[in-house]
């Protein structure tokens, strides 16, 4: 990327920038109290499980944004950050995601015999362990440092350069407004969406509890069924 374009930027750690920054962290926690209510009844997690599933991702998506933040503010001084950090952030909403998952399957395939089970994904045992969720959060968290190491180079591939000033073109000269766009209307899509795939990716499969739930139900059906045949068999 080369050096053209400091003039008149954007700063994402100025007084302005933190309190949109705020603004968006309260968004992003509500999306998932959303998700959690729209969740199935029988397969909704308890108030503790999913506290401790939606913390786990707060502090991989809060180490991807100070990150964000400080390569697009600190590394590249002369480039404007406000674009460098939108571009941060597109890059890892396609190919960090696909990544994210990739690793995360990885390290359920290498644990699917292991006897820590305290170390899947969203299994903390019964009742919830301290120790499962540091463990938990310990490797989501290298986990997203590895994503965050195969994605990082690719902000520096020339064609972003043409990229940013096209898309940002509109918004030079209006430097609070840019930073509402890239730290708070754009990353709400954004969020909506990683942040949903993120949590069904973190939290323990239910596949077997919806197996049960579903045979269980037509067991009642068929309870039901058989029960009403015999009222209309038997004779009054």
């Known amino acids: 990327m080369d050096d053209e374009e ?3 930027s954007c700063s994402l750690t100025d ?19 959303v998700k959690r209510y729209r969740e ?5 997690r308890s108030l503790l499980v999913w506290t401790l599933d939606v913390s786990k991702q707060a502090i991989g998506a809060g180490f991807i944004h100070f990150f964000n933040v400080a390569a697009s503010q600190l590394f590249f001084k002369h480039q404007d950050p406000c674009s460098l950090y939108f571009v941060n952030m597109f890059i ?5 995601l696909l990544i994210l998952y990739g690793l995360i399957s990885l390290s359920r395939y290498l644990l699917r ?6 170390l899947k994904s969203g299994e903390y045992g019964h009742p919830p362990q301290a120790k499962a969720w540091l463990a938990q959060t310990g490797m989501y968290l290298l986990i997203m440092v590895m994503q965050k190491l195969i994605v ?6 020339p064609f972003w350069t043409t990229f940013r ?3 940002f073109s509109p918004l030079k000269g209006h430097e609070k407004l840019e930073v509402i766009v890239v730290m ?9 969406f990683m942040f949903w795939v993120q949590d069904n990716i973190l939290m323990k499969k239910q596949e077997k509890r919806r197996q049960s739930v579903t045979l269980e139900a037509r067991v009642n059906l068929l309870h039901a069924e058989e029960v009403e045949l015999r009222e209309v068999l038997t004779p009054n």
């Open 40 to 44: 199935p009844q029988y397969l909704r």
């Open 6 to 8: 400091k003039t008149e």
């Open 165 to 167: 000033r096209f898309l």
């Open 152 to 157: 990082a180079p690719l902000v520096l591939l």
């Open 92 to 96: 890892d909403m396609t190919a960090g």
């Open 15 to 33: 007084t302005f920038g933190v309190v949109i920054q705020t603004i968006l962290a309260a968004v992003a926690f509500s999306i998932l109290v």
């Open 113 to 118: 015999h292991s006897a820590y089970r305290w």
């Open 184 to 192: 708070l209307i754009v990353p709400f899509f954004v969020n909506v």
